[in-house]
């Protein structure tokens, strides 16, 4: 009686349990998706593509070499003041700098020797032409200090123009000015500096920043893969979750021999000025291999259970788990190599959702 009810029992929970499953299954497969999920979904269409290969380098941001002035002193002398500091932003013509200057002192000198000679030879000029009006001398003599009168003038405009082009002041001042917008991004001067007249480095360095390069170091195993024009995404420590797009501008075709690398430029916008120069940045250069692939955004793979899978859409009723094998993943593209067919329509949104809904 005892192995009877028991018997019984197993009986009762085997059919419930295949109730239940073929309770379950007939809820996924009338798996309806409603208006407002529909209206959210976004789908992509299976397609082939170019494979493409991505290599990772490491780098730095730097200013754009086209778009960077150094600023070197003319004169020797004294610093008085120092107007702005590291990583100011200046305009051009905005004072800097001001250095007290013998050098300066003696162009000033210059400057009045010459205003002196122009007057002198103007009076004489008009002496020497009212003299010939009367016939009391040559027109030769007329010619001279006509002649003499253009070269004291000629002298003054170079000396004019020399103060002009140096900005230099009266009380031997020299005024350091910003020779373009942009910020101070290396400062070598501080105020009460001695300056020697024979210095050769500079004492600012100024940028514009609204565009900046970033640099790789391109290892000789990769140059041959690597060609103006490819894709490149760079990321910085600062910012590791914003991604700065671009195309590789410009290859130096030289080996550094201090990294043992090739050098390459890929021009970045840079808007708000986030990006600074000397950043550390990684750059990924992507770059079309011979043969192509099916592939699929990226965000439409599902990763579940050590697998990959992606929502075939074909109709709100009618919502296919595939399971895919991806061969590649970069710049936002996934590379297939089994599971899916050219045209296919898959779900790039919401895809989780529908996922869950199917295979809980």
Do not use: H
Request: hydrophobic fraction near 40%.
């Amino acid at each position: 009686m005892k192995n009877i009810l028991v018997s019984s029992l197993l009986s009762l929970l085997i059919i419930n349990g295949c109730k239940s499953d073929i309770e379950n299954k007939q809820i996924k497969e009338g798996f309806v998706m409603s208006n407002k999920m529909l209206s959210t979904s976004s789908f992509a269409k299976v397609s082939i593509k170019q494979l493409k290969n991505e290599l990772n380098f490491f780098g730095k941001i730097t200013a754009d070499n086209k778009k960077l002035i150094e600023v070197f002193p003319v004169v020797g002398g004294n610093v008085t003041k120092v107007y702005v500091e590291l990583g100011d932003y200046v305009k051009k013509g905005q004072l800097l700098a001001s250095i007290r200057s013998t050098e300066v002192a003696g162009y000033e000198k210059d400057l009045e020797d010459a205003k002196n000679d122009v007057i002198v030879k103007k009076n004489n000029y008009k002496v020497i032409q009212e003299l010939f009006e009367g016939k009391l001398n040559a027109e030769r003599d007329v010619v001279e200090a006509k002649s003499e009168y253009e070269k004291a003038l000629s002298q003054l405009n170079r000396v004019q123009e020399t103060y002009q082009i140096y900005n230099m002041n009266k009380g031997a001042i020299y005024e350091v000015r910003a020779p373009m917008n942009g910020f101070i991004i290396e400062k070598k001067i501080n105020q009460d500096m001695l300056l020697r007249n024979d210095r050769t480095d500079n004492i600012f360095d100024i940028a514009e920043i609204n565009e900046v390069w970033a640099v790789a170091n391109i290892n000789e195993s990769d140059i041959n893969n690597i060609k103006v024009g490819v894709d490149a995404e760079v990321t910085t420590l600062s910012y590791p979750n914003k991604i700065f797009t671009g195309k590789l501008d410009k290859l130096f075709n030289i080996i550094d021999p201090e990294t043992k690398a090739m050098k390459a430029i890929i021009k970045l916008n840079n808007p708000g000025f986030i990006l600074k120069p000397e950043m550390s940045a990684t750059i990924k250069l992507s770059y079309n291999e011979s043969k192509q692939m099916i592939a699929i955004p990226s965000n439409a793979v599902i990763f579940d259970k050590s697998k990959n899978y992606v929502m075939v859409f074909k109709d709100r009723t009618n919502i296919e788990t595939r399971q895919v094998e991806v061969f590649r993943q970069v710049g936002g593209i996934a590379y297939i190599t089994n599971g899916l067919k050219n045209g296919e329509k898959i779900m790039t949104n919401n895809q989780l959702l529908v996922y869950d809904a199917l295979n809980d």
